[in-house]
């Protein structure tokens, strides 16, 4: 146990933070929890223009770098062979990226917004359909991809062109930070990265565990119980604390294959024995509407909904604000572990594979998870929204499921891919922040206890929340947790183009053929 390797003062203000909260969360629970609402209301309602900004400014800025001479730059050196090949690449950035709350909104998003259309449309009318089946897939499309994406950018720049073994967000920044990277500022930074990765942390399990719940409740009759859900948290850290510990090259890529073909026979089972056609059909269909619609969606804040008198939905707050935020939070660390995968490709490689299979993967699990529910629920095959208001989301993912063929064996299935999702974001995650929290590597790698650590702490949060009734605080902990990782994300964008044009820019005006700007460009 090295502890001269531990980045101390990050260590200690992260725990500190987590503390603040956790423990007057604890003792004073529905204070606690009024405060966290009224922050979150207070930054959705003031704030959010600036999540729906930068969700398009990302976009915009990753097209405009990938179509520049920035976006040519090699990942390496000229004749690096690519680290991965396009398939595994593409399937350990999805596995890592998205958790097990892909399989709960994928299956249930639209029944909200069948029930809560945006843009005033009346509930449950054809117009609410056909936006219900649209808008899961834009709030996991493109714009969603690119907040992914975006640190990705200055943080492989510095790995591979400019050679420093960096895994953190605090190195990433030195282009615009300078010096301060290594004081105060520094450290700022990597806290509220890590802060706001344990808020985005909290809203994945508090969602998951009950989903998890109810299908092992189905499985094996145990009712859900506070108990119940609190073993179900220790089994699933004890899995990705277990996969985090075997490193990157083990436990986490066999839980990623793992996941991946699991997830396939899942889709196209569905996609068989579901309604095929209305699912080819509804898919089609809701990405013409999306691309229609993109900057409508991307932009629109209600802002009549301050105008007295008038009747406001709240529909970008609960969710295009919220999930830009979840997204957001999650984003320095999904950009750590791209990079760290993709030696060998461009930058424009990296940045467009990204935002495509990211965006494809995750329009087919709402195209064939969600259009299926909503086929049962539009042919009356079964009351999907009347089952949801009864009995609750997690429950009606579980009863949706129970209308496929071989239902004892899919549902079970479901939920244990529902464990290894969640593992195979948590184990990186872990694996992540112990990095992030170090002063150096030993071998590429953050100290073993350290990723334990991490992996149990990941779970403080949540657990105590869950005994004291605040799961569904939790849920939208990611905006609250998240709102300073906004500036850190323009931050580093800045920081990519300032280095990335500075080196360029270099090796221009020397022409030296063996910089190493021009060792990188690929031709
Ligand atoms: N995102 C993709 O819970 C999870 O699946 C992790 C969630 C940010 C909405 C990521």
Partial sequence: MNKRLIDWPTFICALVI???VVIPLTLFPEAGAAVINQANEFITGIFGILYLLLGLGALIFLLFVSFSKNGNIKLGARNTKKEFGTFSWAAMLFSAGIGSSILYWGMIEWAYYYQGPPFGITPESEEAINWAASYGMFHWGPIAWALYTLPALP??????VRKKPILKISEASRPVIGKYADGPLGT????????????????TLALGTPMIAEGVNHVTG???SLGMQAIIMLVCTAIFAASSYSGINRGIKVLSDLNIWLVLFLLAFVFIFGPTLFISEMTFTSLGRIVNNIFTMATWLEPLASIPGYNATNFPESWTIFYWAWWVVYAPFVGLFVARISRGRTIKEMTLGTLIYGTLGCVLFFGILGNYGLYLQLSQSFDVIGFMNEYGASAAIIAILDQLPISWFIIPMFTILAIIFL???FDSASYILAAVAQKRLIGGEPLRWHRIFW???LMILPMVLMFIGGLETLQTASIVAGFPVIFIMILLAWSFMRA???DLNKQRDARKPESITIDNIDR
């Fill in 455 to 457: 992996a149990f702490t």
């Fill in 155 to 160: 943080i492989a720049y510095f790995y591979y």
């Fill in 222 to 224: 145990i009712p859900v």
């Fill in 18 to 20: 987590l503390f603040s």
């Fill in 423 to 425: 593992a195979t974001t």
């Fill in 500 to 502: 990335s044009t500075e």
């Fill in 188 to 203: 700022l930074i990597d806290v509220l990265f890590i802060f706001g990765l344990l808020g985005g942390a909290g809203t």
